[in-house]
């Protein structure tokens, strides 16, 4: 089983700045089948990532996704005040799936 | 409207089973798998397995084999998960979500979630 770790656990940040989540797989993930997603206290996720750098439908330009192999990252270019949440990245399509642990963003 | 709606909370004695129902409206069940994940609170998601809603087909996570039973009606495009042998530890929020095998662009619809709460 491929296990991904997320850094850092949480991150402190003020709207307007760049914050740079990182996600890190202990094997290659295939296909480079990775997401991430966004998750606000008591609401299931949503998807911001697939196939790990398109955005998912309806998803603002600010948020971005790079990354190949076993090292992906995830961007958001100037944080507005509804982005701090925790956000999860997974790795899927081979029926294998597993999650990181999730980074929290919180406003500094 | 797209979306997966989930049953409601449960509060569950050690030793019984929980059955959670998952209901699609707005697109083609019979088009996707489902997937099933859980969250302990304050925790990561775990994925728990997956079922081809249209012939039924599963795959379950070794760590919940002979636990863990996913089917369908899909003359009411439900999913359901079952997990029986309860035990504090299934205390978690369950979620189904959506998956296309063709597309694999990740789990883009979720349900809003399942509390499920296993206690004496």
């Known amino acids: 089983e491929s296990v991904l770790t997320q850094s850092p656990g949480t991150l402190s940040l003020s709207p307007g700045e760049r914050a740079t989540l990182s996600c890190r797989a202990s094997q290659s993930v295939g296909s480079n089948y990775l997401a991430w997603y966004q998750q606000k206290p008591g609401q299931a996720p949503r998807l911001l990532i697939h196939d790990a750098s398109s955005r998912a439908s309806g998803i603002p330009e600010r948020f971005s996704g790079s990354g190949s192999g076993t090292d992906f990252t995830l961007t958001i270019s100037r944080l507005e005040p509804e982005d701090f949440a925790v956000y999860h990245c997974h790795q899927y399509g081979y029926g294998r799936d597993t999650f990181g642990q999730g980074t929290r963003l919180e406003i500094k | ?120």
């Open chain 2, 1 to 120: 409207q797209v979306q997966l709606v989930q049953s409601g909370a449960e509060v569950k004695k050690p030793g019984a089973s929980v059955k959670v129902s998952c209901r699609a409206s707005g697109f083609t069940f019979t088009s996707y798998d489902i997937e099933w994940v859980r969250q302990v609170p304050g925790q990561g998601f775990e994925w728990m397995g997956w079922m081809n809603a249209n012939n039924g087909n599963t795959g379950y996570v070794q760590k919940f084999q002979g636990r863990v039973t996913m089917t369908r009606d899909t003359s009411i495009s439900t999913a359901y998960m079952e997990l029986s042998s309860l035990r504090s530890e299934d205390t978690a929020v369950y979620y189904c979500a959506r998956y296309d095998t063709r597309q694999r662009n990740a789990f883009d619809i979720w349900g809003q979630g399942t509390m499920v709460t296993v206690s004496s």
